[in-house]
């Protein structure tokens, strides 16, 4: 968001960062146009207007795939989804990834294969993993080579116009694209010792819809025994994500996501048990309110920057880990955060940051207790929190409970 809000006060066009395609920073660069600074409320409710439009396109890709019924059981099935929940209220990509992909793989199933292509290249310009989109859109003009042409052709020019600098800093781009997507290959902190990625995955969508996805796993089942046109598009593109997926050690859940909305379009094909399925969709239902409880708290790190702007002066140095609060007027120095094949930061260690001037250091359990379960693949990273808690003085601690949501945060003085 802040590089969204620079776009519109004096940074022109050129993000300078692709770690993610350019489209959804441009698409809320003008409702950050009349904000003083960048403003993460007004980037929350361009994200929820998307995600009410992924939920509409899945609607719209089932009604077109198996029915009215269907698009019914889709849309139920994207609304209480725990993931798509969680995310709708967070300025990420993935659910506006997920609107492009239901909104292209609809244009596939109704034949429009040059609007799919745009379609398809717009959902890139989310984020990159819409580039599969290439295989069903394939599948879907099998055999109309004109059009598929035309339609790969229009996916390119769509993508190249939502991220236009992506060609100006060609270079760039290429590089830090394939860093995001290496980092994801190589893991990520918190997931040193998860199951292997095709079962991660799958429990990743079994907490998004619950005994529902039994449902579509029976739908995509169906689909591969008869292989419609229909059928083979929805399935080409399910089978050709979740590959890329297998071949990842983050097992974030919004990265299953994109496939939400085709699953939920093959459960929706059995008339006889739509009853069954909406009843199903019950249980992510109950687990998303009960996600939604822990927002009627304060968060931890809310009730920490209210603490150190009362109590640390202004100009202090601090040493601070990431996921912990953000507070301005601070002169921080700013831990990496630990993972699989990063180097170790030298800055964690308490004599260094003495002989540099930080007598305050800012930790979370965002990072530490993932740090802790890890002992075996970060022992330089846990011996500097065991050592920190040994030593320095703990000046503030709040962990979360009934009034407190979010991680611990503590505060040491060296």
Not at 50 to 57: F, K, Q
Not at 190 to 214: K, M, N
Not at 301 to 321: N, Y
Request: aromatic residues 10%; charged residues 15%.
């Amino acid at each position: 968001m802040p590089r969204a809000w620079k776009l519109v006060h004096g940074g022109g066009g050129d993000p300078h960062w692709f770690d993610y395609p350019t489209l959804l920073m441009y698409v809320n660069a003008p409702f950050q146009a009349w904000q003083s600074q960048p403003s993460y409320l007004t980037a929350r409710i361009v994200g929820l207007v998307l995600a009410l439009g992924s939920v509409a396109a899945a609607w719209w890709l089932a009604q077109r795939a198996y029915g009215e019924l269907a698009g019914a059981v889709a849309a139920a099935a994207t609304t209480v989804c725990t993931i798509h929940v969680v995310y709708s209220r967070e300025a990420v990509t993935d659910v506006p990834l997920t609107l492009g992909i239901a909104a292209a793989l609809a244009l596939m199933v109704g034949g429009r294969i040059e609007l799919a292509g745009i379609a398809a290249g717009l959902a890139t310009g989310f984020k990159y993993p819409g580039v599969f989109l290439v295989v069903p859109l394939v599948v879907a003009a099998w055999g109309r080579w004109r059009r598929l042409a035309i339609g790969l052709t229009l996916m390119a020019f769509a993508f190249l116009a939502s991220s236009p600098f992506v060609l100006v800093h060609g270079h760039q781009a290429w590089h830090e694209a394939f860093r995001v997507q290496r980092r994801a290959r190589e893991g990520w902190l918190g997931f040193e010792h998860d199951h292997a990625a095709p079962i991660a995955f799958v429990d990743r969508l079994w907490h998004g819809l619950g005994p529902a996805l039994i449902v579509a796993a029976l739908g995509l089942v169906v689909a591969l025994v008869r292989r419609s046109r229909t059928d083979v598009v929805l399935v080409s593109f399910v089978l050709v994500y979740f590959i890329d997926l297998m071949t990842l050690r983050a097992h974030f859940d919004r990265y299953v996501l994109p496939l939400v909305p085709p699953l939920a379009a093959l459960a929706g094909r059995f008339r006889a048990l739509v009853p069954v399925t909406l009843l199903l969709l019950v249980v992510p239902l109950t687990w998303t309110i009960r996600n939604d409880k822990h927002l009627t708290r304060t968060d931890t790190r809310v009730v920490a920057v209210h603490w150190i702007e009362r109590h640390i002066p202004r100009g202090t140095r601090i040493a601070a880990d990431p996921s912990t609060p953000q507070v301005t007027g601070l002169r921080v120095l700013s831990l990496q955060l630990p993972g699989p094949g990063r180097p170790f930061d030298e800055n964690r260690s308490l004599d260094r940051l003495r002989r540099e001037g930080i007598r305050l250091v800012l930790v979370s359990g965002a990072v530490t207790d993932r740090v802790s379960k890890a002992r075996d693949r970060y022992p330089k990273e846990s011996a500097f929190y065991e050592q920190l808690a040994a030593s320095a003085r703990r000046v503030y601690y709040l962990s979360p409970g009934d009034r407190y949501a979010g991680p611990w945060v503590a505060i040491y003085r060296l």
